[in-house]
């Protein structure tokens, strides 16, 4: 679109909602690419863009990735940097008649950065709308009625995530490169979201995993990605509705 373009869509609906994907380029095992996030939020925003008609936004396709820092080809962000990154790409929009931003996170690592710049963005921008979406917190409540991966066995690059590529970009996936790996983690701790409620936990992917897999890819099959997806785009869609 052109500037003229933007201008006319905005003046024609005052009301209309930016969204924005964000994700990471970070290792993903073996066996999928490094953009995974991005392309995993870049194609749930498109689908609640079209489905709500909101303006969207170019992929911010680098995230916070720290914990996945030595593993070659990850490229992240300091949580500074990519705060003032979210910070100004909403403070564009918003000087470019945006009213309300809404964010799709295909990143688990950029949530806790997410929450913050958003509630730091609204005291500064009192008439600025933004909301903020988590794809994986978003799927695992429907991934929990149909896993087959056992507990603790959800992590990184596992079925989850697997699954929702062999959906979306089949030819991105190298099943033959699977690796199956338990994570490293003290007892007591693991990525799953009921432990999390309870404590969060510095680390490191080197200490626990040599693959950079979290969990057990070999379950995924794209009929569960394509039910995990679906889930995402009416939960955020039927969100923003109300």
């Keep these: 679109m052109s500037w003229t373009a933007v201008k006319d869509a905005v003046n024609n609906n005052p009301k209309l909602k930016a969204i924005l994907p964000v994700g990471s380029i970070e290792q993903h095992g073996p066996h999928l690419p490094l953009s995974t996030d991005s392309l995993i939020a870049e194609y749930i925003a498109t689908r609640v863009a079209n489905l709500l008609t909101f303006m969207l936004c170019p992929t911010l396709t680098i995230g916070y990735s ?9 490229v992240t962000f300091t949580m500074q940097t990519y705060s003032s990154i979210i ?5 564009s929009l918003f000087d470019g008649g945006f ?35 988590t794809v994986l917190d978003i799927a ?31 030819n991105l996936v190298e099943m033959s490169k699977v690796v199956i790996e338990e994570p490293g983690f003290p007892s007591g701790i693991s990525l799953e979201t009921e ?28 009929e569960l990605g ?11 869609s039927s969100t923003i509705g109300e």
Excluded: C, Q
Excluded at 87 to 91: L, T, V
Excluded at 100 to 115: E, K, M, S, V
Excluded at 203 to 222: E, H, L, M, N, Y
């Design 66 to 74: 720290l914990e996945h820092a030595g593993f070659p080809g990850t």
């Design 87 to 91: 910070k100004e790409i909403a403070e």
């Design 99 to 133: 009213k309300t931003l809404i964010i799709i996170n295909g990143h688990g690592g950029n949530r806790a950065i997410l929450d913050s710049s958003i509630t730091s963005i609204k005291h500064t921008h009192p008439d600025l709308n933004l909301l903020s979406f």
């Design 140 to 170: 695992r409540v429907k991934f929990g009625e149909t896993r087959r991966s056992p507990w603790k066995f959800i992590g990184h690059a596992d079925e989850l995530e697997t699954s929702m590529m062999l959906a979306i970009h089949p």
């Design 195 to 222: 432990d999390l409620t309870k404590v969060t936990y510095g680390w490191r992917t080197k200490d626990v995993t040599r693959s950079g897999i979290i969990g057990d890819p070999s379950f995924a099959s794209p």
């Design 226 to 236: 394509r039910l995990l997806l679906d889930h995402v785009v009416e939960t955020i």
